[in-house]
């Protein structure tokens, strides 16, 4: 009984942290998306004061994207260069030395370009602490845009702190 009581907790620990780290965020670096929604998705967060978009990648708290996969890897790889090791001399090498350890990602393709995912990636941690589903109906600006509505109000509504009022 101890045991499910404290996954719960945990659990919902987890849970808080998540909605925490959405709440503190305040920037977002949007990425170029399928069919030019990433241009509706910049004008809705900004008229609606969700988020502040910034348009240089290292101001962003968060990132958003249509996909994520190996494309988006390399994508970020291009944004964020991963910091080089300082150089030492061979003397010093195996002086104070660490194992790094190495993560696959070429398993996560995407199946198909823009098919409705949007993700809201955290710039330090990688990982993905807001997504949601909506398709537009068409490619016609209009349905892009109420597509674009849906989205940003979905990801307002997360950021509020449960229990605040609408």
Do not use: C
């Amino acid at each position: 009984m101890k045991s499910t009581l404290v996954l719960a907790v945990l659990i919902l620990a987890l849970g808080v942290a998540s909605a925490a780290d959405l709440a503190s965020a305040s920037s977002v670096y949007i990425m170029p998306m399928t069919g030019g929604i990433d241009q509706y998705l910049a004008l809705r967060m900004t008229t609606g004061n969700v988020m502040r978009v910034v348009t240089d990648p290292k101001l962003a708290d968060v990132v958003m994207t249509d996909r994520i996969g190996t494309g988006f890897e390399e994508r970020w790889n291009e944004l964020y260069p991963p910091v080089a090791a300082p150089k030492t001399d061979d003397k010093d090498k195996d002086k104070g030395k660490e194992e790094v350890f190495s993560v696959q990602h070429g398993a996560s393709q995407p199946i198909s370009r823009g098919r409705g995912a949007y993700f809201l990636i955290d710039r330090q941690t990688r990982n993905v602490i807001w997504s949601t589903y909506a398709r537009p109906k068409s490619g016609e600006p209009d349905d892009v845009n109420r597509t674009a509505d849906q989205i940003v109000k979905d990801l307002a509504k997360a950021r509020k702190p449960k229990g605040a009022k609408e």
